[in-house]
T-cell receptor, first 114, second 113 residues
Framework: DGGITQSPKYLFRKEGQNVTLSCEQNLNHDAMYWYRQDPGQGLRLIYYSQIVNDFQKGDIAEGYSVSREKKESFPLTVTSAQKNPTAFYLC?????????????FGDGTRLSIL | QQQVKQSPQSLIVQKGGIPIINCAYENTAFDYFPWYQQFPGKGPALLIAIRPDVSEKKEGRFTISFNKSAKQFSLHIMDSQPGDSATYFCAASMAGNTGKLIFGQGTTLQVKP
């Protein structure tokens, strides 16, 4: 089945630690996105990538980093600089980023502070 | 200008009722307006989407109404069922703007049996 796989489902971070959230898609989509979801605030864009080896900051990129070395993979690192990392993180992909194609979401990773 | 404002924050209806969720935007450059449905612990799933050259779009029990002059759009769920209980998000994006979606704050819908 084609889709987006996020792992792990739950993740705990210690003070001063970097953690990496995995996102893999087998839809052959060019564009990939990371969103953060907090209660009552909708989804906010962290980073996005229109093509392999390219990515741009979204609206709330501070304290996060990404890479896009392969078309199917777009991992997100939550660094120790992100002071309020507790949230539900969602990865999405679309065929491309130019023509407003639908975005397909994974089932998220819930990150908490230990 | 980049915001999408969604209301109400929560909604409770009886089975068979027609819940209506409203969204408003400021940026007239937005040209794609999708609605997403999200169940607890899951990612959002695309329900239905509309472009500003259409005033209404139906897919099954879900209808989007679009008022370009008022810069508002709404989701109606006909004959609502308990299985429709979920959080609904409206969103907007601009053509050529890298596909970035601006989401509303979400509406939690409960349909009582």
């Amino acid at each position: 089945d084609g889709g987006i796989t996020q792992s792990p489902k739950y993740l705990f971070r210690k003070e001063g630690q970097n953690v990496t959230l995995s996102c893999e898609q087998n839809l052959n989509h060019d564009a990939m996105y990371w969103y953060r979801q907090d209660p009552g605030q909708g989804l906010r864009l962290i980073y996005y990538s229109q093509i392999v080896n390219d990515f741009q900051k979204g609206d709330i990129a501070e304290g996060y980093s990404v890479s896009r070395e392969k078309k199917e993979s777009f991992p997100l690192t939550v660094t120790s600089a992100q002071k309020n990392p507790t949230a539900f993180y969602l990865c999405a992909s679309s065929i491309n980023s130019v023509s407003n194609q639908p975005q397909h979401f994974g089932d998220g990773t819930r990150l908490s502070i230990l | 200008q980049q915001q999408v404002k969604q209301s109400p924050q929560s909604l409770i209806v009886q089975k068979g009722g027609i819940p209506i969720i409203n969204c408003a935007y400021e940026n007239t450059a937005f040209d794609y307006f999708p609605w997403y449905q999200q169940f607890p612990g899951k990612g959002p799933a695309l329900l239905i989407a509309i472009r500003p050259d259409v005033s209404e779009k139906k897919e099954g029990r879900f209808t989007i109404s679009f008022n370009k002059s008022a810069k508002q759009f709404s989701l109606h769920i006909m004959d609502s069922q308990p299985g429709d209980s979920a959080t609904y998000f409206c969103a907007a994006s601009m053509a050529g703007n890298t596909g970035k979606l601006i989401f509303g704050q979400g509406t939690t819908l409960q349909v009582k049996p």
